[in-house]
C-alpha cells in the first residue's frame, strides 16, 4: 500500500467552509493530514464538521483577518494534533468597484482579509514551526488578477499581488529554517460563489479559456497538495499559475468589461 503523502502532518488552511478551500482540506483529509480549518460562517463550520471526521478536522468559526483568532487556529493546531507542518492562507474576498469611487471601507475590509490575514497567518505559523526544529511549508492564494488587470478589481488585484511578492520576500528569512514559501494563482474558478453571482460562469469563461473548460476547485487543490509536500521541497518563492492558459491570452469574457 502506498505512503500516504501527508501522513502524520497537520495544517491549517482557511476559508474552507466551501470552494477551493473545502476541497483543499478534503484532499488533505484524504492524504492522510489533520486540519484546522476556519470559516466567518458558524454554519459552514458545522456543515464541514458534520461531514469529515472527527479525529482528523478541527473547526474554528472567526474572521481570519483577526490577530487574536489566527492565534488560536495556531494554537488548536498544536493543542488537537501536536505540532503544525503546513499553512495554507486560502481566505479572502473579492469587492468589484471603479477605483474613482471606490468606497473606504471596502477598500479596509479587503487589506484586513487578504493582506492582513495572509501576512499574520504565515507569521504565526513559522514562528510555530521554527519553535519546533522541523521544516514547513507556507502557500498564499493569490489569484490572476494579481497577474493581468481586470475592470473594476484594482484594488483586490492590488492585493493579490502583494500576495505574490510576499511568498517571494519570505524566501530570504524563512528559506534558512527549511520553510517554503509559495503561492498559487487560480483563474476563473467554478464554485458556489461564481456561480451564484452569474448562472452561465463555467460557459462563459470555457468558451474564451484555452483548455476550452473553466477551472474547478480540484484542479487548485492538487496544485496546492503538491507545493506543501515533500515533492516541493526545493520550490519556493514562486507563483503558480492554474487557469488553463487564459492569462497567455490575455481576454476576458465581454460581460466583465461592463462591471
Known sequence: MDTLRFEGKTGIVTGA??????????ELINEGA???????????????????????????AGDAGDTDFITQMVKTAVDAFG????????????????????????FENLINLNLRGSFFLAQKSAQQIIRQGSKG????????????AHPYLAAYGMTKAALQMLAKALVHELGPYGITTNAIAPGAVLTERTESMDPNYGDNWANIIPTGRVTYP?????TALFLVSDDAAQ?????????????????????????
Open 83 to 106: 505540532g503544525l507542518d503546513l499553512t495554507i492562507c486560502n481566505a479572502g474576498i473579492t469587492s468589484y468597484g471603479s477605483f474613482l469611487d471606490f468606497d473606504e471601507n471596502a
Open 17 to 26: 467552509g466551501s470552494g477551493i478551500g473545502f476541497r483543499i482540506v478534503e
Open 34 to 60: 489533520k486540519v484546522v480549518f476556519n470559516d466567518i460562517d458558524e454554519n459552514q463550520v458545522k456543515r464541514c464538521l458534520s461531514l469529515w471526521p472527527e479525529d482528523k478536522v478541527r473547526g474554528l
Open 218 to 222: 480540484a484542479d487548485i487543490a492538487k
Open 137 to 148: 511549508r507556507i502557500l498564499f492564494m493569490s489569484s490572476v488578477t494579481g497577474l493581468l
Open 235 to 259: 520550490i519556493t518563492g514562486q507563483t503558480v499559475v492554474v487557469d488553463g492558459g487564459m492569462t497567455s491570452l490575455g481576454i476576458i469574457p465581454p460581460d466583465m468589461e461592463k462591471g
